[in-house]
C-alpha cells in the first residue's frame, strides 16, 4: 500500500515557513467502497480574532473514509488531533476547503441529517441519571423520530439489533448508574449506531477503561466497521491496542504534517514521533 504526496496550494497550504504537503492514501487499491465522507483541500485551525492572527494547524487536507474500514487517528498532544475531529464532524467550522458527506457538504446538512449521518462517542462520561441502558440507546433514534420521541416498531427493532451487535442486550434493563466504565462506553457506541450513521467518530473512547476492556471496546469497533459497513475513525492515545485493529492510520507528527498508511508503512514515523517501536 502506497502514499502519494500532493501538494498544498497557495491558498491552502500553512502560512508558516516550511509548511509540508499532506500524504494520501490510495485506498482504491484495498478493493474498498466509494468513500462516505471527504476533506478537500481541508484547513485546520482558528480564526483571526481582534488580537491573535489566524492559525493553522495543517497543510490542506485531502483525506477520505470509506465504509467498512476502521481508520486510527494518532498523534502526539497538541498537533491537532482534536481540532481535525471537530472540524470533520461540523463543531468547528474550517478555515478553508470543504467537508463532505455522502457527497453532500456538510456545512449544508441540517442537525438532523447530520445526526444520520455521522455518530459521535467521545471519552466523556454524561450523567445519565437513572436511564436504563435501553432507553440510552433509543435516544440514538431521536434524529429519525423527530421531537416527539415516539418510535415505531422499526425504530424499536433498531434499538435491539444494534444492543446485540455491540453486546448490550444484556445490559438492556439494568441502570446505567450500576454499568462499569466499559459496559457504559458501549451503550454509548450502541447509542450512536441507533443513528444508523454512515460514519462513527470516536475520540478517546477507551481513556478511562482498563486495558481488558480498552481491547474489548477496540475489537468491538473493527468488528462493527466491517459487518455492519461503517466508516469508523478513532482517535486514540492507545497505540499498542488501536493499531492492530486500524485498516488505515492518519498520523499527524510535530513538523506538522498528516501522513496517511498501513501501520507497517508507518512504522518508523510512528517510531520518531513517540519515541518507541509502536508496530
Known amino acids: 500500500m502506497k502514499a502519494t504526496a500532493s501538494e498544498a496550494t497557495r491558498d491552502g497550504g500553512m502560512n508558516t515557513e516550511g509548511s509540508r504537503a499532506v500524504r494520501e492514501f490510495d485506498t482504491n487499491i484495498l478493493g474498498l467502497e466509494a468513500p462516505v465522507l471527504q476533506a478537500q483541500r481541508l484547513v485546520i485551525g482558528y480564526p ?79 450523567d445519565l441519571g437513572l436511564l436504563r441502558a435501553r432507553d440510552v440507546v433509543a435516544m440514538g433514534r431521536q ?74 471496546l477496540t475489537r468491538l469497533l473493527s468488528d462493527l466497521a466491517r459487518t455492519q459497513s461503517v466508516a469508523v475513525l478513532l482517535c486514540s492515545h492507545d497505540l499498542h491496542v488501536t493499531l492492530p485493529a486500524a485498516d488505515v492510520v492518519w498520523l499527524i507528527d510535530e513538523t506538522p504534517e498528516l501522513h496517511i498508511g498501513s501501520t507497517d508503512e508507518l512504522a518508523d514515523r510512528m517510531e520518531h514521533a513517540f519515541g518507541m517501536r509502536v508496530a
Open 143 to 216: 434524529p429519525h423520530t423527530g421531537w416527539t420521541g415516539r418510535l415505531s416498531a422499526a425504530d424499536r427493532a433498531v434499538v435491539e439489533a444494534v444492543m446485540a451487535q455491540t453486546g448490550v442486550d444484556e445490559l438492556a434493563d439494568r441502570d446505567t448508574s450500576t454499568l462499569s466504565d466499559g459496559e457504559r462506553q458501549r451503550v454509548m457506541v450502541a447509542r450512536a449506531l441507533a443513528q444508523q450513521p454512515a460514519v462513527l467518530v470516536l475520540d478517546e473512547p477507551t481513556a478511562f477503561l482498563d486495558v481488558r476492556r480498552r481491547v474489548e
Open 48 to 126: 483571526a480574532r481582534r488580537r491573535t492572527p489566524e492559525r493553522r494547524l495543517l497543510p490542506a487536507l485531502d483525506l477520505s473514509l470509506v465504509p467498512g474500514t476502521l481508520t486510527a487517528l494518532v498523534g502526539t498532544n497538541g498537533v491537532g488531533k482534536s481540532t481535525l475531529l471537530r472540524t470533520l464532524v461540523g463543531a468547528q467550522p474550517p478555515l478553508g476547503g470543504h467537508v463532505l458527506v455522502r457527497g453532500r457538504p456538510l456545512s449544508q446538512l441540517r442537525p438532523e441529517a447530520r445526526a444520520t449521518a455521522i455518530g459521535i462517542v467521545t471519552s466523556e462520561q454524561p
